[in-house]
């Protein structure tokens, strides 16, 4: 694995944020024309009195960047509405947004047994009705009845337990048990809304000061450096070995970390994304004991972010959560301090709006589980909904309930399908002039690799923006995709990538393809040295 420069490793994200913010600032007025000039006087007589200014908040905030809702998708959102108000103006007919890990937003259904429970429980007066029994399955009602029993006052609208309602916690607990083979407690767990509030709350933990380092992988879902901005912390980068489909290499993790000891950091946690956003690898079980071992070794928290668990497209790996393998290699609570995070965004499911998910936090001494629970007191409890989808997904249909084989024919219709997605668009790019892409193992995301000729470089730098960004807004403006540079995630400095989804619907993926292929083949013509 190459070694790079330390003092580029360590302002590695402090570039990203000026790249970002230049983009911005270049490609941030899209503002309706007829209402502009009135925005611009309201706005000039609010910078004039207002007390609150760039220079005057919180110099943090402006440190935090979220490429993934960035500029790009900002200028898409004024393209839809172009579309909308001006049918024709522009080359093409619709925005293909391939930006986001949003499922159903772009026509993936909902499960169905998870939506009759949740609606039963939302609306209990209709469990006791004859006809409930003709439009909801046996099992639904039967589940609904279980989880209002667990709910104080059967009220889905009233504020639960900080950590989230104690019977979903059992749920969930058994879940994971079923899932790795050991037991799991459902006093360490902790529901949230999705896996993001999580992260949050450990960094919140862990991070003292800019002398608190957290490592993290690069590329990276920028969930975590600007998490790790925003708690004032450090984000010191280990590099995924592209050349090794994203390989994950122990010998780098020891390196980044004595580079940052070299410069005063104390590095508190090792996060690791399996399978990868925005690589879409997935671990093998060696690796995973390696990364066990050396958290273990260096005294370093493990955060594991195993949002996309179920989604594995290739036949010879398989997801283990890093707790079965810490347990497995004979590791209990004194040995290893584990946080996994889970989410009901992702997967099959797919449940973004609904806001779901869990921590399970283990290693930790009792005292500083307090500081946690009180962290998650403060957001008195994450919301209802979102907790009973948490339980379900973990606790699905089984065979022989009423829902099992519709339920099992609606998630292995939803993987089929993302595989094959991620395919098609695997060949599609590799079969591009100067792009290679590793192959998706899993998760939702490819993350090709963009080998630019040296003029479009320069275009890049004369528009004063990175020549992934600068790629991915000519796209967009040709034809409608809405892709990710991948200079918001974090890269090898010197290269250039995008990520992209593999959620447009199934059939809209041939026109993202010959879109794509088109508008590559002008501009590599256009700027061919």
């Known amino acids: 694995m190459r070694r790079f420069v330390v003092e580029r490793s360590k302002n590695l994200i402090a570039s990203l944020s000026r790249r970002s913010f230049a983009f911005e600032q270049r490609f941030s007025s ?7 000039s009135s925005s611009s006087s309201v706005m000039s007589s609010t910078q004039s009195t207002s007390p609150v200014t760039l220079e005057s908040i919180n110099p943090k905030v402006l440190k935090c960047e979220y490429a993934v809702r960035g500029a790009i998708v900002t200028h898409a959102q004024h393209l839809q509405q172009e579309l909308q108000t001006k049918p024709g103006s522009h080359p093409f007919d619709e ?8 499922p159903q937003s772009l026509g993936q ?10 609606a039963l429980c939302d609306h209990p007066n209709i469990l006791d009705r004859s006809e409930t029994q003709g439009l909801f399955s046996a099992d639904a009602i039967e589940r609904a009845w279980k989880i209002l029993d667990q709910i104080p006052g059967r009220a889905t609208g009233a504020y639960s337990h900080s950590q989230g309602i104690k019977g979903l916690r059992d749920s969930i607990a058994a879940g994971i048990a079923a899932r790795d083979g050991f037991p799991a407690d459902p006093n360490d767990i902790f529901l949230t809304d999705g896996a993001s509030p999580g992260v949050h709350t450990m960094m919140q933990l862990l991070i003292r000061s800019e002398k608190d380092g957290i490592l993290c992988p690069i590329p990276q879902y920028p969930l975590y450096s600007a998490s790790i901005a925003l708690h004032g912390g450090t984000l010191v980068p280990y590099y995924l070995d592209e050349a090794t489909g994203w390989g994950l290499e122990i010998s780098e993790l020891k390196q980044q970390l004595e580079d940052a000891k070299s410069k005063g950091i ?12 925005p690589t879409g690898q997935v671990l093998a079980e060696d690796n995973q004991r390696e990364i066990v071992e050396f958290c273990k070794k260096e005294g370093l928290v493990l955060l594991a972010d195993e949002v996309y668990q179920e989604i594995v497209y290739v036949a010879d790996k398989n997801f283990h959560s890093f707790k079965k393998i810490s347990r497995s290699m004979g590791y209990g609570e004194e040995d290893v301090s584990l946080v996994s995070f889970h989410s009901i965004s992702k997967g099959y499911y797919g449940e973004c709006g609904k806001r779901g998910g869990y921590m399970e936090v283990t290693g930790f001494r009792a005292d500083v589980r ?17 907790q009973i989808l948490a339980s379900l997904v973990m606790n699905p249909p089984k065979v022989g309930d009423e829902s099992f084989e519709s339920f099992a024919a609606e998630k292995d219709g939803i993987l089929a399908s993302l595989a094959r997605r991620a395919k098609t668009l695997e060949d599609a790019f590799n079969s591009l002039e100067g792009v290679t892409c590793n192959k998706t193992e899993g998760a939702m995301y490819l993350f090709p690799r963009l080998h630019l000729p040296r003029k479009a470089i320069e275009a890049a730098k004369a528009a004063k923006t990175a020549p992934d960004a600068f790629y991915v807004r000519r796209l967009l403006d040709a034809t409608g995709i809405v892709l990710v540079p991948g200079s918001g995630f974090g890269q090898v400095p010197g290269t250039w990538h995008f990520r992209c989804t593999v959620l447009p619907p199934e059939d809209k993926i041939p026109a993202v393809v010959s879109r794509l292929t088109a508008f590559h083949q002008g501009f590599m013509a256009e700027f061919r040295d």
Do not use: M
Request: glycine share 6%.
């Open 95 to 102: 925005i293909l947004y391939c930006n986001i890990g949003n």
């Open 370 to 386: 307090e500081q946690i629970y009180k962290l998650a007191s403060v957001n008195l409890c994450s919301n209802i909904s979102g």
């Open 109 to 118: 259904q909902p499960i169905t047994f998870f939506r009759e429970v949740l």
């Open 30 to 36: 899209y503002s309706d024309s007829s209402s502009s």
């Open 266 to 277: 104390t590095v508190r946690s090792l996060v690791v994304i399996n399978p990868g956003n």
